[in-house]
Nanobody
Framework: QVQLVESGGGLVQAGGSLRLSCAAS??????????MGWFRQAPGKEREFVAR????????YYADSVKGRFTISRDNAKNTVYLQMNSLKPEDTAVYYC???????????????????WGQGTQVTVSS
């Protein structure tokens, strides 16, 4: 059974940094065949796309709101995806979710509906 477990969230002051990790299990050696993404959901808002990384890790794509501040990466040998978050702002406060999809193309991989495997989320709070 596929399982994604996020960690690394917490409380940080504006301008600070956090590194989120997402440990994947149950992929049966096929983790590298999954496109992986990070999404976030603030209270009262819909879940939104943050970043995604392609199967080998060579290709990345970001939401405009985090471009230049966040970096997504993956280590297929460790079945882990990372989200390095720098220059954090109060508006980055949200629950952050890791997600995976076995789509063979990148079409739609900035949308929630493209992903069928989700973690439980980790809270990130940025104080002003």
């Amino acid at each position: 059974q596929v399982q994604l477990v996020e960690s690394g969230g917490g409380l940080v002051q504006a301008g600070g940094s956090l590194r989120l990790s997402c440990a994947a299990s149950g992929f049966g050696g096929t983790f590298s065949s999954y496109v992986m993404g990070w999404f976030r959901q603030a209270p009262g808002k819909e879940r939104e796309f943050v970043a995604r990384v392609t199967w080998s890790g060579a290709g990345t794509y970001y939401a405009d709101s985090v471009k230049g501040r966040f970096t997504i990466s993956r280590d297929n040998a460790k079945n882990t995806v990372y989200l390095q978050m720098n220059s954090l702002k109060p508006e980055d406060t949200a629950v952050y979710y890791c997600a995976g999809t076995k789509k063979m193309t990148l079409a739609g991989t900035t949308t929630v509906n493209a992903y069928d495997n989700w973690g439980q989320g980790t809270q990130v709070t940025v104080s002003s």
